[in-house]
C-alpha cells in the first residue's frame, strides 16, 4: 500500500502489473515468493520497495526488469508485455528501458570508469564519438568526469556507485532500477547516491524504482510500498 | 571501447599471474608439439627427399645379403634404364664410435651421373683421378674441421682393416639432405682388398630411368630377369626403399603421433582450466552484462576471445623459443648421423600456432556455454 500518493501517480501507468505469483521450485519443495501481486506504477514515480528478508523485492524488482519471468500473471512495462517476449527480445527490450543499479556497484574492474559507463552504449548503433559525448554527460552529471580514467580499484565505493549510476542511465532507458543502492556505502555517499536518483527522476523525468532496507534511504522516494511474505501491505 | 577489447583485457589483464602462467603452459606444450611435428617430418623426409625417377634393387633375401657385380650390366640393358651405379654399405669408425656418420662405397662416374651432387670444395676431377680420394659432405666437413686434402682415417668391421682416404671434395645434395653427412669413396678401392669370396659383390644397384611412369614396369621387369637366379632381386622405388628404414621405426612414430596428440589435449586442458576459472569468477559481471542488454552470443564470443588469445599468444612464443631449440636439435640429431632433416620451418610453426589459437578457442567453450547459459539472477546471486 502506497504511504503517500504524489502527483506523478496521476499519469498513466509504466508499471502494470495484474495477479503476479513467482514460485520457485527446489527439489520438490515449492516456495511461493510473490502471491498475487498487482501494481500500477505511473511514469515518472519514483517509488521505494521496502520490506523483510525474503520478502520478495529483489524477485519483483527483477521481475519488472525482465531478467527473470513469472510463474503467471501480468506485467506489462513500457507498453510491453514482457512475460511473452523471448530471451533476445527481451534482452533488447531491457537494453532500451531498463537502466540498473546494484548494491555491490558491479563495475567491470578491468574497465576504466568511462568504458564502464559505456558498454550499454554497444549495444546501440552509436558512432564512437557519440558514445563518447554521452559518456562525458553522464560522468559530468555524476561529478566524476575527472575520475573517467581510473579503475574501479582507484575509486570509492560511492564514487563507483555513482559510476554505475552513470551506466544506468547512459542509454536513455525509462525506468531505472536500483537494488539496496545504498547498501554498501557509508552515510554521505548514500546521500549522494539518493540525490542523484532524485535527480534523474526529477530533472531526467525517469521512473525509479528502488528496493531498500533503509529507512533513511525509502524517504528519498515519492511513494513507499512494503512487501512482506510475497504480498503488497 | 570494443568488446574485442574487452576480451583481450580479460584475457591478460584481469589476473596478470593467471595469464602468464597459462600462456607459459600452452607455450611449453606449443615447443613440445612443434618438437615432435618437426622430428616426424624429419623422419619421414628422407624418402620425400627421394627423386622419382631412380629405382633401387637388392637382394631378395634381404638388405644384408650383396648381389653379384654382374647384374649391373644386365640392368642397364633393361628398356627405361638410362644409367646403373652400385655402393655397398662400409659401417666404418673414425676415432671414435660415437663419430657415426654414413659411408659408401660407390661407383664414383655413375654414381655422379645418377645422384644429384654438388661440390662445395674441391673438384669431380680430382676425385674421379684417385682411387683412394673420397668426398664428403658439407655437414660432416663443418662437424669434424674437415678441408680438402686432408686424410679420413676409418677402421672397419666389416670390412677388416684401417682405411685412409684423402678428402678431393666437400659435397651436398640438390635434393637429398643426407647427403651433407655422408662420405663416399671408390668402390673399385674397397673391392681390390676383399678376399674373393666376396669380391665382386655389390650393395645395392640404383638405376637411373628416363620416364618415372615407366618405373613399375621397369621394376617387374628387373625382377623378371633374375628370378629363379642364386641370387633374386627385390627392386623397388627410390622412395619405397628409403620407407622401408621409416616404417621400420613404425612404433617409435607412432609413439611420437600419440603423444602429440596428448600434448594438445594437455594444451587444452590447461587453457580450459583457465578459462572456466575465470568465467567463473566474474559469473557476477556476466550477469551484469547479461541483464544490460548483452545477449548469451556475446558472452560466449568473449570467452572464445579470450581462449583464442591465450592460446595464439603461448603457440606463437613456443614457435619463437622452438626455433633455437630445434636448430641446436638438428645440429646434435645431423652430427649424430640421426636424422640429418630436422629444420625449423614456418609452416610448421604457423601451423602449431594456427591448433593453439583453435584449442583455445575450443577450450572455452563448456565454460562459455555454461556462463552464457546461467540464468541472469542467478548470475547475479552469485557473487552477492
Known sequence: MAETVPAAQLARPIIEIRHLRKVYRRDRQELTVL????????????????????SGKTTLLNLIAGIDAPTSGSIRVAGVEIANLSETSRADWRAHNIGFIFQFYNLLPVLTAAENVELPLLLTRLSRAERRRRVEVALKLVGLLDRMHHT???????????????????ADPKIIVADEPTGDLDRRSAEEVLALLRTLNETLGKTVLMVTHDPHAAEAAKVRRRLDKGQLT | MTLTNLAVRNAFLRNPTRSVL????????????????????????????????RIVTRNAISLTQSLPLSYGSRIAQVPGVTRVT???WFGGIYKDRRNFFAQFAID??????????????????DFLGDRNACIVGKGLAEKFGWRVGDTVPLFSEIYPGDWKFRIAGIVEGTDDASIANTMYFHWARLNEGLPDRIKDTVGVFTSKVSNANDSPRVVRDIDALFANSDAETHTETERAFRLQFVRGSSAILTALQIVSGVILVIMALILGNALAMGLRERTGEVGVMRAIGFLPRHVRALAFGEGAMLGALGGVLGCLLARPVLHAVGKFAASIGFLSNVSYTVTTALATAAVAAIIGAAASALP???AARMEIVNALRRQE
Open chain 2, 368 to 370: 562459455a556455454v555454461q
Open chain 2, 22 to 53: 597459462t600462456v607459459l603452459g600452452v607455450m611449453v606444450t606449443a615447443v613440445a608439439f612443434l618438437f615432435l611435428r618437426t622430428i616426424l617430418t624429419a623422419w619421414y623426409a628422407s624418402s620425400e627427399a627421394s627423386a622419382a625417377d
Open chain 1, 35 to 54: 502471491d498475487g501481486i498487482d501494481l500500477d506504477v505511473p511514469d515518472g514515480a519514483f517509488e521505494a520497495l521496502m520490506g523483510p528478508s525474503g
Open chain 1, 152 to 170: 574501479p580499484r582507484q575509486l570509492s565505493g560511492g564514487q563507483q556507485q555513482r559510476v554505475a549510476i552513470a551506466r544506468a542511465f547512459v
Open chain 2, 86 to 88: 652400385w655402393s655397398n
Open chain 2, 108 to 125: 664414383a662416374r655413375s654414381a655422379l651421373e645418377v645422384f644429384d651432387i654438388r661440390f662445395v670444395q674441391g673438384s669431380e676431377a
